[in-house]
């Protein structure tokens, strides 16, 4: 494992570069990865923005937010004129680190906006005004390739794609980098692949190393080199709405986000 070195302090802050969590497919840690990557950035002195675009609000959640309570959120801001992303955004316990919410309500957005000009661009019009505000944009996308998903590659840097270490879970990974690639060519051509993360890895299990290994045989470089493992603290960091990197700020979950900060800022990912 190579070392990546603390990242140097910033001496002003923006504009952000706008990451994507994607996968089509649920339940990989893309929610987990976007709440503690943002943590630990964070803790490093960037000032990141997470933005809630899944339906589900699993990342509203996971960091304290009652979203059944929102009059405003990302889908106000998606379907409606006259609203500020300023207004929307919540600051979290976490020092540097602010959230746009989001709840079920944005379940209606993806029909609403098929009828809209340049309805692939919507959100990136929406995040413009704070880009300056904040070194790095998390967007947590939801499990599919619908148009939230569209919109998000859209506005996005870069695409960190979580992938659970399950031979299965492999299959979904070239359609994925198909609609990446039909992105860049058509919609957003600085679009890139910052990386492929492993998720939920054990190390006990041969299944789970030979699926690192079959990922990085076939995406080289692309591959991180920072392997987040499969424990029970992430859900129960979760159920207290806070970070790992907070809950338990020693444990090696908390560690590996940290690495996989660091590892993102020295590939150039992050500022």
């Not at 969590?21 to 893309?30: A, D, F, H, L």
């Not at 929610?31 to 990557?37: D, H, K, P, Q, V």
């Not at 039909?182 to 054990?202: E, W």
């Not at 970070?243 to 590892?263: F, M, N, V």
Request: with cysteine.
């Amino acid at each position: 494992m190579p070392h990546f070195p603390d990242p140097a302090p910033l001496a002003s802050h923006g504009p952000a570069r706008i990451i994507a969590m994607c996968n089509q497919k649920g339940g990989v840690g893309k929610t987990t990865t976007t709440i503690n990557l943002g943590a630990a950035l964070a803790e490093v002195g960037r000032r990141v923005l997470l933005v809630d675009f899944d339906p589900q609000g699993a990342l509203s959640v996971g960091l304290g937010i009652p979203t059944h309570d929102l009059g405003v959120t990302v889908y106000n801001l998606l379907v409606e004129r006259g609203h500020d992303v300023r207004e929307v955004i919540q600051h979290t316990r976490v020092e540097g680190l602010d959230i746009v919410p989001a709840n079920i309500d944005l379940s209606a957005a993806e029909v609403q906006l098929v009828g809209e000009v340049a309805r692939e661009q919507i959100l990136a019009r929406v995040l413009r005004p704070v880009l300056d505000d904040y070194d790095v944009v998390l967007i947590d996308c939801q499990p599919s390739l619908g148009l939230l998903t569209v919109n998000a590659l859209t506005a996005a840097h870069g695409v960190v794609i979580p992938l659970e270490c399950e031979f299965f879970a492999m299959r979904g990974v070239a359609l994925l980098v198909e609609t990446i690639e039909k992105i860049t060519d058509r919609l957003n051509p600085r679009l890139t692949i910052d990386g492929i993360l492993a998720t939920m890895y054990d190390g006990r299990t041969l299944h789970s190393r030979e699926v690192v290994a079959s990922l990085v045989e076939h995406f080289g470089d692309q591959v991180f080199h920072t392997v987040i493992s499969r424990t029970v603290k992430f859900p129960d960091a979760t159920l207290a709405a806070e970070p790992i990197t907070t809950y338990e700020s020693s444990h090696k979950g908390a560690d590996a986000y940290r690495q996989l900060a660091r590892e993102l800022i020295a590939r150039g990912g992050a500022a």
